[in-house]
């Protein structure tokens, strides 16, 4: 059993949260939406400064609330990558020291590596393999989750991932940031069915069978997404709306939501079935989305599948699910070097990378 304190501070939230094992015993989250806001998203020197100030305090309110002693402590975990490499150097940095001056292995631990292990913090009997929808404001994907440190992405998407379209389309409609909560409060009081927009399919150029069936149909990736085909139809409606007024703000809403969710279901329950996976967790800020959640809940009960969704506090970056992914490694017995670098990215298949 180990303990572990995890900083993550990869993008717009300074969080700190201790763990053991899959059991959350402090967590502490502090968001900067405020500071953002004004520039509609998230402005990187805005952020790294913030995490300076805050990230101090927010160790040692996650030390009292968990009421624990540094000698407690199996070991400090920080995320390494990916993120805003700024942001990832403040968290890192501060981890690193604690972890020479208390004498604790380190941990560096990939972010999405963090959002699949969210599920556990919930599920703590989940056991792979299964399937991880990953969806988040710079994520994707479709994730073979084969045990920890072992994943095969299968699908992801090819332009923007699904809460970054949900940020644009909410700017379109002028809602401000960030998109994703206030899009789904609209869309409870819209219509769905309002307009029919674009799923979007990804081709993969034309079949070269040698039977006259086989030439000139298009193929289509199963599982990758696209959202800038319905980011752009979303465009041309409310140009073509225009000159009615006010703009049916709600229904697009909903007609916007209704679709994204629809394609991430439908890719999710292909994608499981193809690879005989029975259970899907779901990772990301989209993860908190109502009618994914709604959706996809319904579709996996008809296949017989379980799905398993994060309370919504874990849905959105934060430390717990750092700390949960870096007892799984310091179980296993690896650490990390306190010469590892943060990057920007790093493909999810190379977590053990950060790994000696």
């Known amino acids: 059993m180990a303990t572990i304190l995890a900083i993550e501070t990869s993008c717009d939230e300074t969080a700190v949260a201790i763990v053991k094992d899959r059991q959350v015993l402090s967590s502490i989250v502090s968001s900067q939406i405020d500071l953002h806001r004004t520039y509609g998203g998230v402005v990187p020197e ?61 941990l560096g631990v990939h972010h999405l590596e963090g959002h699949i292990h ?68 609209l869309a409870k009081q819209g219509n769905a069915k309002a307009f029919k927009l674009p799923e979007g399919r990804i081709s993969l150029g034309k079949h070269q069978g040698k039977g006259k069936a086989q ?15 319905l980011k752009t139809a979303m465009l041309r409606l409310t140009e073509r709306l225009k000159p009615e007024s006010p703009l049916p703000i709600a229904d697009l809403a909903a007609s916007f939501q209704y679709t994204v969710a629809k394609a991430l279901t439908k890719r999710a329950i292909a994608c499981a079935r193809d690879f005989n996976l029975s259970t899907i967790a779901v990772g990301g800020g989209v993860a908190a989305n109502s009618e994914l959640r709604h959706q996809l809940t319904a579709a996996a009960q008809a296949e017989g599948f379980q799905v398993f ?48």
């Not at 300076?52 to 609330?65: F, G, K, R, S, Y």
């Not at 009421?67 to 920080?78: F, M, N, T, V």
């Not at 030439?215 to 085909?229: I, N, V």
Request: charged fraction near 15%; aromatic fraction near 8%.
């Open 215 to 229: 030439q000139g149909q298009a193929r289509y990736h199963p599982y990758d997404s696209s959202f800038s085909g």
């Open 118 to 185: 969210a599920t556990y913090l919930d599920q703590p009997g989940l056991k792979p393999p299964f399937l991880c929808l990953l969806v988040s404001g710079g994520h994707t994907s479709l994730i073979h989750v084969k045990e920890a440190g072992d994943y095969t992405t299968l699908g992801q998407t090819r332009d923007d991932a699904a809460g970054e379209a949900f940020d644009k389309v909410a700017r379109l409609l002028g809602l401000g940031y960030p998109g994703g909560p206030v899009i789904d409060q």
């Open 46 to 106: 805005l952020a790294s400064r913030q995490h300076l100030e805050w990230v101090n305090p927010a160790i040692a309110q996650a030390l009292a609330d968990a009421q624990l002693s540094w000698a407690e402590i199996d070991g400090i975990a920080s995320t390494v990558t990916p993120g805003l490499v700024g942001a990832l150097l403040v968290g890192t940095m501060a981890a690193k020291s604690l972890a020479m001056l208390y004498g604790k292995p380190f």
């Open 309 to 356: 969704f994060p309370p919504i506090a874990l849905c959105t970056d934060n430390a717990a699910m750092i700390a949960c992914a870096a007892c799984e490694h310091l179980t296993r017995g690896r650490s990390s070097s306190l010469q590892l670098p943060v990057q920007s990215r790093t493909p999810l298949e190379k977590v053990l990378s950060l790994y000696e």
